[in-house]
């Protein structure tokens, strides 16, 4: 699985992005997906994922309400939408994929390259 990550770029505080993450080399509807970040210094963390068909989600506490995962299957396309930008959301966003249509109990198999996000206050 090939996974190239884009949508990065400096905000200000308050504002919002859309990053996007296009997979290709394998079946996209039969693996759930994921995004995780790494601030500068700190170990990298879970920020939301999505399953095989993008009814089920989960957001981590420090996201909820101001982060959204989707996912278009026809594009090969995962999305996270992201509103109410803070500074302690700057950081390198990478996407993920698992190995399963769902991300429950599982850990990602293939990862992206990362898109770095900084946002200003």
């Known amino acids: 699985v090939q996974l190239q990550a884009s949508g990065g770029g400096l905000v200000q505080a308050g504002g919002s992005l859309r990053l996007s993450c296009a997979a290709s080399g394998r079946s996209f509807r039969t693996y759930a997906m994921g995004w995780f970040r790494q601030a500068p210094g700190k170990e990298r963390e879970f920020v939301a994922a999505v399953n095989w068909s993008g009814a089920t989600t989960s957001h981590a506490d420090s996201v909820k309400g101001r982060f959204t995962i989707s996912r278009d299957n026809a594009r090969s396309t995962v999305y996270l939408q992201m509103n109410s930008l803070q500074p302690e959301d700057t950081a390198v966003y990478y996407c993920?994929?698992?190995?399963?249509?769902?991300?429950?109990?599982?850990?990602?198999?293939?990862w992206g390259q990362g898109t770095l996000v900084t946002v200003s206050s």
């Open positions: 993920a994929s698992y190995i399963s249509t769902s991300y429950h109990r599982q850990s990602p198999k293939f």
